[in-house]
Every structure is written in C-alpha cells, then in structure tokens.
C-alpha cells in the first residue's frame, strides 16, 4: 500500500449542508447538526467530508454564489462553529476539505460591487462589455440562454456562464489570482486539507470572440481546458503543496486525454478530476432529453477510464446528479440495487466519493408539481420551456426525471416528523425542501438496526477494502460487460455483478473466472434473497436479481 497518497486511499463524504442536520429548527441544515453527526461518519468509515459552500451567499445558487470568501453564512453558524467542526472531525479521524468556487462571485460580492461602479481596483475583476471589443458575443450558458447582463450601474454588460447573479472573474487581471491565494491560504490554515474545485477547468477565457454556432455552450472553444487555466491550477498547485492538502476539480466536458493533462503528478495541477463521462448515458445532448439507460454503455465507459486515467476520482451521485438507485437501478429490487452500486463504486480503482443519503440508498424525490421545486437551474430550464410553449405533461416530465432537487431533500435520519432533519417543537418552521415521503422506511435509525440494510452492507464493504491492498491498487480489467451483468477483475478479486431483474447462473461466466475461487464478499437483500458462500460455488449456482459478489482467487 506503500505507493498511495493518503487521499487516494481515502473514502470520501460529500456533505449539503442545507439538507444534511438542521441543529436549531429553522428548517436549514448547519454545522452544529453537522457535528452531531460525526459520529455516523466515523462509524462507516469515511475519511474525509467535502462540504458544499456554507460560505456568506444570497443562496441564488445555494451558496455556488459567493458574497464574501471569508466568512460562514450565518444560516450555517459562525466561524467558530467552523473551527470546532475542523477540530471535532479531526477527533475522529477525519478531514475536512471545503468547496472552492473560483469560476464566479455572486454580483453581492463587495469585489462586483466595486467593479460595476468602475472603483479600482476592482474595475476589471469581471468580463465587462465596455473593455472587450466585440462583446456582449454570442455565447450560451452552463443554466440555458445568453451569458451576458446588462447592469444600469456601470452602463455595460457583464459575463456570466451560470446564473445572472454568478459572475465570471477574469483571470486577466493578475489581482484576481491574488485573492484566490489568499482565500486559499486563509483555509489552509484554519486545518482545511484541500478543496474540490468548481468547474475549475473554465477559469480563463481566452478571449471573447463570438462561438461557433452550437446547440449549447456555444463559445465554449473560447474557454474550456485552455493553457491559461493550467496555469492557473499549477498555481494553485504550488500553494498547497506545503500543506499535505489535495484538490479535487470538477472538470466539465473532459474526456480521458484531458482528465489526465489535469492530473498526472509530473503536471503538478489537480490531483483527480470529477468527469461526466459516465453520468451521460442516459441523456441525448443535454440532461434534459432523457433516455434509456444502458448498463453496458455504462461499464463500457467507467472502464476506458479505469485503463486509460492514472487515478481517477469514482462517483454516481452528487448535488446536481438525481439517486443513483433510482436512476441506474431497479423498480423492482431497490434494496438489492443499492448495494449493487455500493459494490461497484468501492471496487474500482480510485478515490470513492459518496454523497449524504447514498449510503442509506435514498431516492429521488417523490414531488407532484414545481411548488416544491427550489433550485435555479429547474427554474430557469422550466420558465425557458414555458417561453418555447413546451406542453405543462412534457415539461414536468422533463423536470422530474433530472432536477437536481432529487439529491437535495433533507437527509433522513429517523421517522419522527421532518426524518429527524430538524426538530419541529412549535410546529412553524419546515424544512427548506420537502422531504421525501419514503422516510419511514428509508432512514439511518432504521437501517443501523438492521444488520442487513443497506448502511451495514456499505460498513463492511468499506472495511473491507481499506484491509485489501488489491482493492486500492490492484490493477483493473474488464472480463465482460453485458446489458445483464458486469464482471472485472482486480488484482486478485473478481467482481461479477447481476444488475438484471433476473437470476444469473455462474455458469454463464464459469470461463472467465479462475478454477478455484472462494466467495469473499457478497450482497443479501430482503428484495432479492440468494445464495451466500458455499452453495455460490456450487456447480449450477446463480446469483439473485441484482445480486453482486466479490469471488477471490
Ligand atoms: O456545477 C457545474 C456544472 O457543470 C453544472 O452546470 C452541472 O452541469 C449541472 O448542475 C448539472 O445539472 C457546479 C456546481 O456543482 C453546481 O451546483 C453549481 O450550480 C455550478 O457549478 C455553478 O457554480
Ligand atoms: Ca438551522
């Protein structure tokens, strides 16, 4: 195990603040409900937690929109509360690395404020009309339309690649860098052990020409993964490095070539890379055209960057991406299907990620209408169908299926009222988001019961590879890959996995596997019963409907 870095060996939480533990009943999740659940982080194994912005922000973008870098929105406590939480993870073995949005400010950052009114030296922090010829350009954005606002303050037009309020900084402007080092050294020195950088590959524009007409992001040629961006992470990367600490860039439209020019050690940028690859398959285009997902594509996919990146980052659910239990698993078998994609994700070669809820399996939100939906990008995407006279069925449909609300409902922790998110002593206040009405049956108190669920099955998986050295580096490869079933090899652990709704005989893969082969590891679902060790081996054994197994040569 000699040869990994400590992140590389690491298991990876991602925490929502908002929608993680609401400590004091205003229906918003903060850090003290953070830190009353180290314990349960601590108990499956998890090394490190990425927390999604809790930084000061109008909350446009729920805190993707940065006013002041510095400080802690007080909805998520104050920065003592901070420095506690850094201390009481770090009792448990775990560090904490923070969300770094670098891309944009919100336009209520005093930096914006300044620029739109020409003061200096924030005149040119921002992309502004009147300094770049040929604009407002022709360029669409990462939430559908124009990239360009007209501001009445400065009489010109600003660049935004996400929301109105998100401005784009300008790398241009060598005072811009400034400020990045000194809110990263301002963390770094609070105990921060690194950042997942948001969407860290647009950062400089080369210039702002008009785009190739396309059918979105048009004018993306003009700043995706360009030399100026390298060098600003080989920047980044010179600052960190004497702080043991590590980045994480999530990386928009990168294929395997690329994520590696972002990480390969001798290139001294990002350390991994969050692609996109593998969260496509079941979309044409853009994630609003949905289709059918096929397992196959899937692997097919996950396995090119098993072969072809050094280290890679591994990853079926975040913020912006609906469950994965509901989007890559079964109707039928749920359970089964859950513990399917905890076997996948913490079997591959890389850094695991998991996000809050995952490991209980929670699934997408069960709203009837838009009344419950908070987050821009839905909103934006809904009033530019409503404009295109999409009809009312087709565009909840469209909605429904990709929200990124489907991630967001509040973390369920138990079945008293709210899922134990927040206490709800006078009745008034309510979460920010609905919760998702499955909480009864899908919660942490039930399943830690249970030691078969879903949470237990996670556990032990986690122990498990953290004991294997082959499961950390071990090297990987692809024996089959069907639309039925999946089985890959690493080092010296096969891992065969049946993500169909029927049984599949081992027979059907008995020439892949070696001669003699004992079962190491294996799912048990209340949905799905199986065979376990022994009788796995037996001639004409199968496995269960969505049953996964790790068989050991
Ligand atoms: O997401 C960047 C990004 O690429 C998103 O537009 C993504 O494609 C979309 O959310 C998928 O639905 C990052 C953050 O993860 C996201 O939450 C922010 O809204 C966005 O940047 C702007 O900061
Ligand atoms: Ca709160």
Same mark, same amino acid.
């Given at each position: 195990?000699?040869?990994?870095?400590?992140?590389?060996?690491?298991?990876?939480?991602?925490?929502?603040?908002?929608?993680?533990?609401?400590?004091?009943?205003?229906?918003?999740?903060?850090?003290?409900?953070?830190?009353?659940?180290?314990?349960?982080?601590?108990?499956?194994?998890?090394?490190?937690?990425?927390?999604?912005?809790?930084?000061?922000?109008?909350?446009?973008?729920?805190?993707?929109?940065?006013?002041?870098?510095?400080?802690?929105?007080?909805?998520?406590?104050?920065?003592?509360?901070?420095?506690?939480?850094?201390?009481?993870?770090?009792?448990?073995?775990?560090?904490?690395?923070?969300?770094?949005?670098?891309?944009?400010?919100? $336009?209520?950052?005093?930096?914006?404020?300044?620029?739109?009114?020409?003061?200096?030296?924030?005149?040119?922090?921002?992309?502004?009309?009147?300094?770049?010829?040929?604009?407002?350009?022709?360029?669409?954005?990462?939430?559908?339309?124009?990239?360009?606002?007209?501001?009445?303050?400065?009489?010109?037009?600003?660049?935004?690649?996400?929301?109105?309020?998100?401005?784009?900084?300008?790398?241009?402007?060598?005072?811009?860098?400034?400020?990045?080092?000194?809110?990263?050294?301002?963390?770094?020195?609070?105990?921060?052990?690194?950042?997942?950088?948001?969407?860290?590959?647009?950062?400089?524009?080369?210039?702002?020409?008009?785009?190739?007409?396309?059918?979105?992001?048009?004018?993306?040629?003009?700043?995706?993964?360009?030399?100026?961006?390298?060098?600003?992470?080989?920047?980044?990367?010179?600052?960190?490095?004497?702080?043991?600490?590590?980045?994480?860039?999530?990386?928009?439209?990168?294929?395997?070539?690329?994520?590696?020019?972002?990480?390969?050690?001798?290139?001294?940028?990002?350390?991994?890379?969050?692609?996109?690859?593998?969260?496509?398959?079941?979309?044409?285009?853009?994630?609003?055209?949905?289709?059918?997902?096929?397992?196959?594509?899937?692997?097919?996919?996950?396995?090119?960057?098993?072969?072809?990146?050094?280290?890679?980052?591994?990853?079926?659910?975040?913020?912006?991406?609906?469950?994965?239990?509901?989007?890559?698993?079964?109707?039928?078998?749920?359970?089964?299907?859950?513990?399917?994609?905890?076997?996948?994700?913490?079997?591959?070669?890389?850094?695991?990620?998991?996000?809050?809820?995952?490991?209980?399996?929670?699934?997408?939100?069960?709203?009837?209408?838009?009344?419950?939906?908070?987050?821009?990008?839905?909103?934006?995407?809904?009033?530019?169908?409503?404009?295109?006279?999409?009809?009312?069925?087709?565009?909840?449909?469209?909605?429904?299926?990709?929200?990124?609300?489907?991630?967001?409902?509040?973390?369920?922790?138990?079945?008293?009222?709210?899922?134990?998110?927040?206490?709800?002593?006078?009745?008034?206040?309510?979460?920010?988001?609905?919760?998702?009405?499955?909480?009864?049956?899908?919660?942490?108190?039930?399943?830690?019961?249970?030691?078969?669920?879903?949470?237990?099955?996670?556990?032990?998986?986690?122990?498990?590879?953290?004991?294997?050295?082959?499961?950390?580096?071990?090297?990987?490869?692809?024996?089959?890959?069907?639309?039925?079933? $999946?089985?890959?090899?690493?080092?010296?652990?096969?891992?065969?996995?049946?993500?169909?709704?029927?049984?599949?005989?081992?027979?059907?893969?008995?020439?892949?596997?070696?001669?003699?082969?004992?079962?190491?590891?294996?799912?048990?679902?209340?949905?799905?019963?199986?065979?376990?060790?022994?009788?796995?081996?037996?001639?004409?054994?199968?496995?269960?409907?969505?049953?996964?197994?790790?068989?050991?040569?």
């Amino acid at each position: 195990m000699g040869n990994l870095a400590w992140w590389q060996k690491a298991v990876i939480y991602q925490i929502y603040p908002r929608s993680f533990a609401d400590s004091n009943g205003d229906g918003i999740g903060d850090i003290p409900g953070i830190i009353s659940k180290l314990d349960h982080l601590r108990d499956l194994g998890i090394d490190v937690i990425w927390l999604s912005p809790v930084y000061a922000s109008p909350n446009e973008d729920n805190g993707y929109d940065i006013s002041d870098y510095m400080s802690i929105h007080p909805d998520y406590g104050t920065m003592d509360d901070f420095e506690q939480l850094i201390r009481e993870a770090k009792a448990r073995g775990i560090s904490v690395i923070m969300d770094l949005v670098i891309n944009h400010t919100s $336009t209520e950052h005093e930096w914006f404020q300044k620029s739109r009114q020409g003061i200096e030296p924030y005149k040119n922090y921002y992309y502004w009309s009147d300094t770049w010829a040929g604009t407002p350009n022709n360029w669409t954005g990462f939430f559908g339309g124009s990239c360009w606002e007209k501001d009445a303050v400065r009489g010109a037009s600003y660049l935004h690649l996400f929301a109105p309020h998100q401005a784009d900084l300008n790398y241009h402007e060598p005072k811009v860098f400034e400020e990045v080092e000194r809110i990263l050294r301002f963390w770094l020195e609070k105990g921060v052990r690194g950042f997942r950088c948001d969407v860290v590959n647009v950062l400089y524009k080369d210039n702002l020409a008009n785009g190739k007409k396309k059918l979105v992001l048009t004018g993306s040629e003009h700043y995706l993964s360009l030399p100026g961006t390298h060098d600003i992470l080989h920047k980044i990367h010179k600052i960190l490095v004497g702080y043991d600490a590590f980045t994480v860039g999530e990386t928009v439209f990168v294929d395997t070539k690329e994520a590696n020019f972002l990480t390969l050690p001798e290139r001294e940028e990002l350390n991994m890379v969050f692609g996109f690859e593998h969260m496509e398959i079941d979309q044409i285009i853009v994630k609003w055209f949905h289709t059918k997902f096929h397992w196959d594509q899937f692997v097919k996919v996950l396995a090119r960057w098993q072969k072809e990146v050094r280290w890679n980052t591994l990853y079926f659910e975040n913020h912006d991406q609906p469950r994965s239990t509901s989007r890559f698993g079964s109707k039928q078998y749920p359970e089964a299907s859950a513990k399917l994609l905890a076997t996948l994700l913490l079997t591959l070669r890389g850094t695991p990620f998991i996000f809050e809820g995952q490991e209980i399996g929670m699934r997408n939100f069960d709203y009837g209408s838009m009344d419950e939906i908070r987050d821009v990008e839905s909103l934006n995407i809904y009033g530019l169908l409503s404009k295109a006279h999409v009809p009312a069925r087709l565009k909840w449909y469209m909605i429904r299926n990709v929200s990124r609300d489907n991630a967001r409902t509040p973390m369920q922790w138990d079945d008293s009222a709210y899922a134990g998110f927040m206490e709800n002593d006078d009745g008034a206040a309510r979460p920010w988001l609905q919760v998702n009405s499955n909480y009864k049956e899908i919660n942490v108190k039930a399943q830690q019961a249970d030691p078969s669920s879903v949470l237990h099955y996670y556990k032990e998986l986690i122990r498990f590879r953290k004991e294997q050295d082959d499961l950390l580096e071990g090297d990987f490869e692809l024996l089959a890959g069907t639309a039925r079933y $999946t089985l890959y090899r690493r080092g010296r652990f096969y891992i065969l996995l049946n993500h169909s709704d029927a049984p599949l005989k081992i027979s059907a893969v008995r020439k892949l596997l070696p001669s003699e082969y004992q079962v190491a590891f294996s799912t048990h679902s209340k949905d799905a019963p199986s065979d376990a060790g022994a009788a796995l081996s037996a001639k004409g054994a199968s496995l269960a409907p969505w049953q996964a197994v790790i068989l050991q040569s």
